[in-house]
């Protein structure tokens, strides 16, 4: 597709530079000049859109960091697809680029054995008798088909009715065409011909170029004072049609010879005309060449999100923000990168210094060094990986000179993720249990995108424990994916007799859930959940079987529900209000079991249009930092701030801000799993235990167990804590 891109480009460009010399220059007599323009502008026509400009704009560019920690991602929230092979997907049955590129490739091939048909007749043709030789050049006895012509080095006269005085003037016609080399023209021009046989300004070209030797030779050739007997000459020689690649004396449109030959020479003031070229090439680069903003690089990432002019301290001493592009990674021992840094308290005061955000680096009191070529190539190449592309596989230089390989993959559902190998080593996709090779890398790019895997990771392939349908012993290093469908519950202390109760109540609920009434009930609720939907209150109920005991049974379609008053908040619905009100209602969730009533949990009560109730999570600010899982888990919700981070750009420490102003650090150690899908001003729920108060607001924790900013899953775990406080379901 790329070279069908860059053809039509070519395309476009010969035409609008034909298009300059058909409105200006072919009616000028400067055909030296026209011959050169004529040709250069072919090159540059090729030329162009393969040119790659670049821009003085800075910006950051985001650069993924090596990676060999498996970790997991975020539950996807859309429905799963299930896949079981990548052959399901269905593509079309009619490749038009393939058969474009043969379409075309059988017109050239077919165009280079009409030129080399042509070159061989030529060759043949040198058996002839020869008439005479002047110096290098020889004089061919010419025939009916192959009249008063050249080619290279070689003239062909047919001299049955000419004379003397005739012959000798063709010949010097054509001892012109080889001593100016017009032959090589004509070549370049036909091999340009067979590149571009679908471009019609390509036969313009090759006209033109023909025309304009013609033009060039009879005005050396006839001179000022013979002209009328060289135009004379011309009409008695006349023949029709065309050479594919020899110069005939006299063919049409002789016409436009003999009215140039006799026209008055153009005066050299208008030689300036040529100067427009420069604006039409300009033109031409900015529209058809790779126009590439020059990116600074950095090894800490993508700075995209900061200002122009960032604020950079380094082991707290202040430094120009062009570091960020020279520094290496290799005396990085942690960095932090506030966008909004000038609101921050600690920077406040640096004043306008931060106002385009804070960059801090600490190498622990290390010399500070810097990026080498090998270390700024490496940079390079990774950049250059546009996101939209699912894998690619780098080599890359160490710098003692070595070589190492990097597979880097952007994950078509979001994030991404890396690792570096030794040549050689052989990589293996791994996708929902199903193994495949680096050649099959197109199959697992549509397959992702099919399954949705919420899961992905890497690391070394003895390591990975998923089941495969392969063995793995041949690789070494895995890259896999898996449609995550597990669930998780808290893991509590029980007796034997909770543990029996628990199990009944499991298979009570699994039997009830193959019931009619479950059926009806759970269409019900997906009815009206997350909707705001009218209701009329017809009843009060203080004896409802379940765990909300009391509320106002409501009734929506004839179909009856429990707005439940007995805990929370919503104690101050029963004095808000009455049997017989109308009432518009957001549903906010919903509980139901065998025998009850759908309980529903409301987001938004109004009434004659105006609100009287709203969850407390919507308008009541908490005077506590977090509370309390059953198996004694804390949780909060808050921002995510102050990003640390290791070199190797994983996340070293983090602030979680809760909106009543307790700030709840957590350190990471580096073997943790990324923070792929979470980045600083993330709404989070965060999960921990052991934390330890080291201020008024303020906690610092060590054993974090999960953060996710999606309330509906438990989001990254730390392998060290999670599966004691959790188990699958």
């Given at each position: 597709?790329?070279?069908?891109?860059?053809?039509?480009?070519?395309?476009?460009c010969?035409g609008?530079?034909?298009?300059?010399?058909?409105?200006?220059?072919?009616?000028?007599?400067?055909?030296?000049?026209?011959?050169?323009?004529?040709?250069?502008?072919?090159?540059?026509?090729?030329?162009?859109?393969?040119?790659?400009l670049?821009?003085?704009?800075?910006?950051?560019?985001?650069?993924?960091?090596?990676?060999?920690?498996?970790?997991?991602?975020?539950?996807?929230?859309?429905?799963?697809?299930?896949?079981?092979?990548?052959a399901?997907?269905?593509?079309?049955?009619?490749?038009?680029?393939?058969?474009?590129?043969?379409?075309?490739?059988?017109?050239?091939?077919?165009?280079?054995?009409?030129?080399?048909?042509?070159?061989?007749?030529?060759?043949?043709?040198?058996?002839?008798?020869?008439?005479?030789?002047?110096?290098?050049?020889?004089?061919?006895?010419?025939?009916?088909?192959?009249?008063n012509?050249?080619?290279?080095?070689v003239?062909?006269?047919?001299?049955?009715?000419?004379?003397?005085?005739?012959?000798?003037?063709?010949?010097?016609?054509?001892?012109?065409?080889?001593?100016?080399?017009?032959?090589?023209?004509?070549?370049?021009?036909?091999?340009?011909?067979?590149?571009?046989?679908?471009?019609?300004?390509?036969?313009?070209?090759?006209?033109?170029?023909?025309?304009?030797?013609?033009?060039?030779v009879?005005?050396?050739?006839?001179?000022?004072?013979?002209?009328?007997?060289?135009?004379?000459?011309?009409?008695?020689?006349?023949?029709?049609?065309?050479?594919?690649?020899?110069?005939?004396f006299?063919?049409?449109?002789?016409?436009?010879?003999?009215?140039?030959?006799?026209?008055?020479?153009?005066?050299?003031?208008?030689?300036?005309?040529?100067?427009?070229?420069?604006?039409?090439?300009?033109?031409?680069?900015l529209?058809?060449?790779?126009?590439?903003q020059?990116?600074?690089?950095?090894?800490?990432?993508?700075?995209?999100?900061?200002?122009?002019?960032?604020?950079?301290l380094?082991?707290?001493?202040v430094?120009?923000?062009?570091?960020?592009?020279?520094?290496?990674?290799?005396?990085?021992?942690?960095?932090?990168?506030?966008?909004?840094?000038?609101?921050?308290?600690?920077?406040?005061?640096?004043?306008?210094?931060?106002?385009?955000?804070?960059?801090?680096?600490?190498?622990?009191?290390?010399?500070?060094?810097?990026?080498?070529?090998?270390?700024?190539?490496?940079?390079?190449?990774?950049?250059?990986?546009?996101?939209?592309q699912?894998?690619?596989?780098?080599?890359?230089k160490?710098?003692?000179?070595?070589?190492?390989?990097?597979?880097?993959?952007?994950?078509?559902?979001?994030?991404?993720?890396?690792?570096?190998?030794?040549?050689?080593?052989?990589?293996?996709?791994?996708?929902n249990g199903?193994?495949?090779?680096?050649?099959?890398?197109?199959?697992?790019?549509?397959?992702?995108?099919?399954?949705?895997?919420?899961?992905?990771?890497?690391?070394?392939?003895?390591?990975?424990?998923?089941?495969?349908?392969?063995?793995?012993d041949?690789?070494?290093?895995?890259?896999?994916?898996?449609?995550?469908?597990?669930?998780?519950?808290?893991?509590?202390?029980?007796?034997?007799?909770?543990?029996?109760?628990?199990?009944?109540?499991?298979?009570?609920?699994?039997?009830?859930?193959?019931?009619?009434?479950?059926?009806?009930?759970?269409?019900?609720?997906?009815?009206?959940?997350?909707?705001?939907?009218?209701?009329?209150?017809?009843?009060?109920?203080?004896?409802?079987?379940?765990?909300?005991?009391?509320?106002?049974?409501?009734?929506?379609?004839?179909?009856?529900?429990?707005?439940?008053?007995?805990?929370?908040?919503?104690?101050?619905?029963?004095?808000?209000?009455?049997?017989?009100?109308?009432?518009?209602?957001?549903?906010?969730?919903?509980?139901?079991?065998?025998?009850?009533?759908?309980?529903?949990?409301?987001?938004?009560?109004s009434?004659?249009?105006?609100?009287?109730?709203?969850?407390?999570?919507?308008?009541?600010?908490?005077?506590?930092?977090?509370?309390?899982?059953?198996?004694?888990?804390?949780?909060?919700?808050?921002?995510?701030?102050?990003?640390?981070?290791?070199?190797?750009?994983k996340?070293?420490?983090?602030?979680?801000?809760?909106?009543?102003?307790?700030?709840?650090?957590?350190?990471?150690?580096?073997?943790?799993?990324?923070?792929?899908?979470?980045?600083?001003?993330?709404?989070?729920?965060?999960?921990?235990?052991?934390?330890?108060?080291?201020?008024?607001?303020?906690?610092?924790?060590?054993?974090?167990?999960?953060?996710?900013?999606?309330?509906?899953?438990?989001?990254?775990?730390?392998?060290?804590?999670?599966?004691?406080?959790?188990?699958?379901?």
């Amino acid at each position: 597709m790329k070279t069908v891109i860059y053809l039509l480009q070519v395309s476009a460009c010969t035409g609008i530079f034909y298009g300059f010399y058909f409105l200006l220059l072919r009616r000028l007599t400067f055909f030296t000049v026209n011959r050169w323009y004529l040709l250069a502008t072919l090159f540059l026509s090729f030329a162009i859109p393969a040119l790659t400009l670049n821009l003085s704009k800075v910006e950051g560019s985001s650069i993924m960091r090596p990676v060999v920690y498996i970790h997991e991602m975020q539950t996807v929230n859309e429905p799963i697809i299930a896949s079981e092979t990548a052959a399901s997907v269905k593509q079309s049955n009619f490749n038009w680029i393939l058969t474009l590129q043969m379409v075309y490739l059988l017109i050239a091939f077919a165009s280079i054995i009409h030129l080399l048909f042509t070159l061989v007749v030529f060759f043949l043709k040198l058996n002839n008798k020869t008439l005479v030789r002047i110096g290098k050049v020889r004089v061919l006895k010419g025939s009916k088909r192959l009249g008063n012509s050249s080619f290279l080095n070689v003239i062909f006269i047919n001299d049955d009715e000419l004379e003397p005085e005739e012959v000798q003037q063709i010949i010097a016609h054509e001892m012109l065409h080889i001593k100016l080399m017009h032959s090589a023209d004509r070549l370049i021009a036909r091999v340009i011909q067979i590149l571009l046989w679908f471009n019609p300004f390509a036969y313009f070209y090759i006209r033109s170029i023909e025309e304009n030797h013609e033009f060039e030779v009879d005005r050396i050739a006839a001179g000022n004072d013979n002209k009328g007997l060289y135009a004379s000459l011309l009409f008695k020689l006349a023949v029709s049609g065309k050479s594919y690649l020899f110069h005939g004396f006299s063919k049409v449109p002789l016409k436009k010879r003999i009215s140039m030959l006799f026209n008055k020479p153009t005066s050299n003031m208008k030689k300036i005309i040529y100067l427009l070229t420069l604006p039409v090439v300009v033109l031409s680069c900015l529209a058809f060449a790779k126009l590439e903003q020059h990116k600074k690089l950095s090894v800490l990432g993508d700075l995209s999100n900061l200002g122009p002019h960032p604020l950079v301290l380094i082991n707290d001493k202040v430094y120009d923000d062009e570091i960020l592009y020279k520094i290496s990674g290799s005396c990085i021992s942690s960095t932090g990168i506030y966008p909004g840094g000038g609101k921050l308290k600690k920077f406040k005061k640096y004043g306008d210094k931060a106002k385009d955000g804070v960059v801090k680096i600490s190498t622990n009191n290390n010399p500070i060094t810097y990026l080498t070529a090998i270390g700024h190539e490496n940079l390079e190449k990774e950049a250059a990986v546009p996101n939209s592309q699912f894998f690619a596989h780098l080599t890359l230089k160490n710098e003692d000179g070595t070589i190492y390989e990097k597979g880097i993959i952007h994950n078509p559902v979001g994030g991404g993720m890396s690792n570096e190998f030794k040549p050689g080593e052989k990589l293996a996709f791994v996708v929902n249990g199903k193994v495949f090779t680096e050649r099959e890398v197109n199959k697992v790019e549509q397959l992702i995108k099919d399954t949705k895997p919420a899961v992905h990771g890497t690391g070394p392939a003895q390591d990975y424990k998923g089941k495969t349908d392969k063995s793995l012993d041949d690789y070494n290093i895995v890259f896999y994916f898996d449609t995550d469908t597990t669930r998780y519950m808290q893991k509590l202390k029980q007796t034997n007799d909770q543990k029996v109760a628990e199990e009944k109540s499991k298979r009570e609920f699994e039997a009830f859930k193959k019931t009619d009434e479950y059926k009806q009930k759970m269409a019900s609720m997906m009815r009206v959940s997350n909707k705001t939907l009218p209701f009329k209150i017809i009843a009060f109920v203080n004896n409802q079987p379940g765990i909300q005991k009391k509320g106002f049974k409501i009734v929506n379609d004839n179909e009856e529900f429990l707005l439940g008053t007995g805990y929370g908040q919503e104690k101050e619905l029963k004095q808000l209000l009455k049997v017989g009100d109308v009432v518009d209602i957001k549903i906010f969730g919903g509980a139901f079991g065998k025998g009850q009533l759908i309980t529903v949990s409301p987001a938004i009560v109004s009434k004659n249009g105006e609100k009287i109730f709203q969850l407390a999570e919507a308008d009541k600010i908490p005077d506590y930092a977090f509370l309390y899982e059953a198996n004694k888990v804390r949780f909060t919700d808050g921002q995510v701030t102050s990003i640390e981070k290791y070199p190797n750009g994983k996340w070293k420490s983090a602030v979680v801000e809760v909106v009543n102003g307790y700030k709840i650090r957590f350190n990471i150690k580096p073997s943790a799993p990324e923070f792929k899908n979470i980045e600083w001003g993330d709404h989070v729920r965060f999960r921990f235990v052991h934390e330890v108060k080291t201020g008024a607001k303020e906690y610092t924790v060590n054993d974090w167990v999960s953060i996710s900013n999606d309330i509906r899953s438990y989001g990254i775990k730390n392998p060290d804590y999670f599966f004691k406080f959790y188990e699958a379901v």
